[in-house]
């Protein structure tokens, strides 16, 4: 993605659509068009799970997983 691309992808994030939420999260993850910052990734990737977006529920299901088998035991 390019510099523009992103610009166009956080304004209509900033406008309310879940899944350009989600897409600029991931974008700040990776940290290839802007600096990469999880905690701005995590932020905007909640705030599309919690609109609905199905990639950012799986996206924040895998980031809270936790891999202790006895953990996974338990749950």
Known sequence: MEKKEFVK???EAKN???H???L???EY???LVV???MQEALAWIS???DLGDAD???WIEDYYFDDDANVQAYS
Do not use: F, P, Q, R
Request: glycine content about 12%; overall charge negative; aromatic content about 4%.
């Open 9 to 11: 992808l956080l304004e």
């Open 16 to 18: 309310g659509n879940a």
């Open 20 to 22: 350009a939420m989600y």
């Open 24 to 26: 600029v999260g991931i």
């Open 29 to 31: 993850e990776l940290g």
């Open 35 to 37: 600096e990469k910052d």
């Open 47 to 49: 705030e599309a799970a």
């Open 56 to 58: 950012a529920k799986a």
